[in-house]
């Protein structure tokens, strides 16, 4: 069964930067396009960061652009976000998805960036 897990939250203040993982496992994941979304409190979960299944072409969500960056080893069935230049507004859970029979997400690791 496909399962993902997020790693690398945290407390980092402004400016800071962290660098998040999401393993996966119980598919091919070299076939799948993978995600990452965010959901700050009291707000719908976003899109962050989007990547295709052989990393060639990546895509962001305008709050993020170069300071974001998505990545993926699928030697090691692993896709991460780098985050730099974080500010306050970056504080969320920070989720990993893929779309194989259905939308699968992991449970998500929190983000928080003081000011």
């Known amino acids: 069964q496909v399962h993902l897990v997020e790693l690398g939250g945290g407390l980092v203040q402004a400016g800071g930067s962290l660098r998040l993982s999401c393993v996966a496992s119980?598919?091919?994941?070299?076939?799948?396009?993978m995600k990452w979304y965010r959901q700050a409190s009291g707000k719908e979960r976003e899109v962050v960061a989007t990547i295709t299944s052989a990393g060639g072409s990546t895509n962001y969500a305008d709050s993020v652009k170069g300071r974001f960056t998505i990545s993926r080893d699928n030697g090691k069935n692993t896709v991460y976000l780098q985050m730099n230049s974080l500010i306050p507004d970056d504080t969320a859970v920070y989720y990993c998805?893929?779309?194989?029979?259905?939308?699968?997400w992991g449970k998500g690791t929190l983000v928080t960036v003081s000011s």
């Open positions: 998805n893929t779309r194989v029979d259905r939308d699968y």
């Open positions: 119980g598919f091919a994941f070299n076939y799948y396009t």
